[in-house]
């Protein structure tokens, strides 16, 4: 892992945990770059999964949530609006009721997914944070935790995939 950091004054950019400590940088500035690049590197998998999650167009998207305001209060639609799903459920070979709880199933997992890649980035970042910057092997403690909170988030993405898929 790449660290970034200043140390008396001075900037080291793209440095090793390594090459930083042949050059005497003290372990406790080399632990914190590892938080702070530990910390970047779970916002980049929590955006990337934001990015999969919401990787339809703009107009898909805006479709997704007519659709589930429809499926929440059927009987608030316009006609038109319960046309257009009947049209939707007869190509699909399922009928209007069938299809308005596909649709609340798929933005309630939706929604849950969401929720959980809230709760995943917050959990990572405390668990990288609470080790001490002095611990002994805080760095193979932060790569581990690190490693850890990137498989587990990866099991997460691959199950909410096989829940979101289709529709």
Do not use: C
């Given at each position: 892992?790449?660290?970034n950091?200043t140390?008396?004054?001075?900037?080291?950019?793209?440095?090793?945990?390594?090459?930083?400590?042949?050059?005497?940088?003290?372990?406790?500035?080399?632990?914190?770059?590892?938080?702070?690049?530990?910390s970047?590197?779970?916002a980049?998998?929590?955006?990337?999964y934001?990015a999969?999650?919401?990787?339809?167009?703009?107009?898909?998207?805006?479709?997704?949530?007519?659709?589930?305001?429809?499926?929440?209060?059927?009987?608030?639609?316009?006609?038109?609006?319960?046309?257009?799903?009947?049209?939707?459920?007869?190509?699909?070979?399922?009928?209007?009721?069938?299809?308005?709880?596909?649709?609340?199933?798929?933005?309630?997992a939706?929604?849950?997914?969401?929720?959980?890649?809230?709760?995943?980035?917050?959990?990572?970042?405390?668990?990288?944070?609470?080790?001490?910057?002095?611990?002994?092997?805080?760095?193979?403690?932060?790569?581990?935790?690190?490693?850890?909170?990137?498989s587990?988030?990866?099991?997460a993405?691959?199950?909410?995939?096989?829940?979101?898929?289709?529709?």
């Open positions: 892992m790449d660290l950091f140390h008396d004054g001075r900037g080291y950019t793209n440095f090793s945990p390594t090459a930083a400590r042949a050059a005497a940088i003290p372990e406790a500035v080399i632990i914190a770059a590892l938080k702070r690049a530990a970047a590197a779970i980049l998998v929590a955006a990337e934001r999969q999650l919401s990787s339809a167009s703009a107009g898909k998207l805006d479709e997704y949530r007519i659709k589930e305001a429809i499926a929440a209060d059927p009987l608030g639609a316009a006609p038109g609006e319960l046309e257009m799903i009947d049209r939707e459920a007869a190509a699909r070979g399922i009928d209007r009721d069938a299809l308005l709880l596909v649709i609340t199933d798929r933005a309630r939706a929604r849950r997914v969401a929720l959980w890649i809230g709760a995943f980035e917050a959990e990572a970042h405390a668990t990288i944070n609470a080790i001490p910057d002095t611990a002994p092997g805080a760095q193979t403690t932060i790569e581990a935790a690190l490693a850890r909170l990137k587990e988030a990866d099991k993405a691959g199950q909410a995939a096989a829940t979101l898929g289709g529709a």
